[in-house]
């Protein structure tokens, strides 16, 4: 018997031996996959069996089963083997430099305003990487599309096995060019925007009720009437450039248009309770890519760094 305070000294090779044998039930079959001969998989298990002072497998002329006590060590013997695979797989792929094809998913506008300029930088710092974008507003199967990374703008996001990390919040704003308003004046509150011409991603047919607060007012809810629709937001913010009415926009998307000028905020008092998030998502598990996790993380920084640009 050993004490409870004593270790005994394996050789991971027997106790991977032991585990196949197991687990097809046969030595020979273990032995072909493992490629060692019979004899040397016989050897292995009559060592280990020695050092553990028990038992392990029963033998029959036809077939092997392991012992009561065979059966609960294999269980607890290939935790431990994982738990050693995984740390070395961790080890491995942290010091290894980032490499292979990168498939990632957005929406078009988004992608353009956030991903691009990033892009040049990114393939600079990690030449080894080549980034394939698929731009769509869908949310694409991370199997069937065979996903890295998804980018995704919504409210909430549906229950998967898939990490999320949330990136930044989508409030959105009526915008419009400084000559729209000075042909047309400014609207003041909100019920004025019946008045003008609005782009936006409401559906069409019907109004679409919109809420918006305001420290007077904290549920103001208006009918809006779209006389220009689309889901592209980079269309709508350059149709809102060009004169063509007052385009309700994400805020990320019209900051920079407003920091040069050609962008005024409307109703900048009161608050368009339409919100949402940016997501990234990549599939869970413990062994993240390391082409996964350095476009992860690059553009988090780089969006943290862009968005604090525009806002100066």
Sequence with gaps: MVSETATIDLDTSDLRAFCRVVDLGSVSAAARDLGETKGSISRRISRL???????????????????????AYREKIGEALALMDDALVDLQDAHAEPSGHLRVTAPTDLAILLVAPMIAAFSEAYPRVTVQLLLTD????????????????TGALPDSSLIAHRLLDLGHEPFASPDYLARHGTPQHPSELSDHRLLSP???????????????????????????????MTFLREAARHGAGIAILPTVIAQSDVADGRLVRVLPRH??????????????????????????????????????????
């Design 271 to 312: 608050e368009l309770t339409l919100h949402g998030h940016l997501y990234l998502l990549h599939a869970g598990g413990p062994h993240l890519p390391a082409k996964v996790r350095a476009f992860r993380d690059f553009f988090r920084a780089s969006l943290q760094g862009s968005l604090g640009a525009l806002a100066r």
């Design 202 to 232: 409401f559906p069409a047919g019907r109004p679409t009720a919109t809420m918006f607060r305001s420290a007077v007012c904290k549920d103001l809810e208006v009918p809006l009437q779209s006389q220009l629709i689309s889901g592209d």
């Design 138 to 153: 869908q949310a694409l199967s991370f199997r069937e599309h065979r996903i890295d990374i998804a980018l995704r703008a």
């Design 49 to 71: 069996e020695r050092r553990v002072g028990t038992a392990l497998l029963g033998r029959t002329a036809r077939k092997v089963q392991p012992t009561e006590d065979g059966l």
